[in-house]
């Protein structure tokens, strides 16, 4: 487990989060340029090495009610892998995934914006540009953002989706 002061060091390698100390010790960063409502990245980063880390808006991780990952046992890789995603999960305002309807359930849009990619146990994911940016929806859920359609093809190749 890294200590209070080894995590605290990690976080503050992150120059767009905001130090606010807290009461017993504890320690909150936030992230002012948030595109969302939720501005705190870490919350309760306490002198005994527990804290979490806000990891509402990302897939493949156990969050409490609030969204929030308990970052007690993170090694140092894992916890600025958490914090970057966290950060940039923020720094994206999704619009709400419009109903797809039956005749764009093809396997290519009608635009050639977007696909449709299937992957294990027949799950099916679609890949869309909207707003210049690549989203992966599954259904009506916005499973992940990406910049660049090479990006979004990795992940889901790395996920065992094809085309």
């Known amino acids: 487990m890294l200590s209070f002061e080894q995590k605290l060091a990690i976080i503050e390698t992150f120059p767009e989060l905001q130090r606010r100390d807290v009461s017993l010790g504890r320690v909150n960063f936030h992230y002012e340029e948030s595109a969302h409502d939720k501005k705190i990245v870490v919350f309760h980063l306490h002198p005994n090495g527990n804290g979490f880390v806000y990891a509402g808006l990302l897939r493949g991780y156990e ?55 299937t992957g ?20 009506l859920n916005l499973e992940m953002v990406f910049e660049t359609y090479e990006e979004a093809e990795e992940y889901l190749r790395e996920e065992g989706f094809t085309q």
């Open 63 to 117: 969050t409490d009610e609030k969204g929030f990952v308990n970052i007690r046992e993170l090694d140092a890789d894992a916890l600025r892998e958490l914090i970057g995603e966290s950060i940039r999960s923020l720094s994206i305002k999704v619009p709400e995934a419009p109903a797809i309807s039956k005749r764009k359930k093809a396997a290519r849009s009608d635009d050639g914006q977007g696909a449709r990619w």
């Open 120 to 139: 294990p146990d027949s799950q099916s994911l679609d890949l869309r540009l909207e707003d210049g940016l690549w989203y992966i929806y599954a259904g």
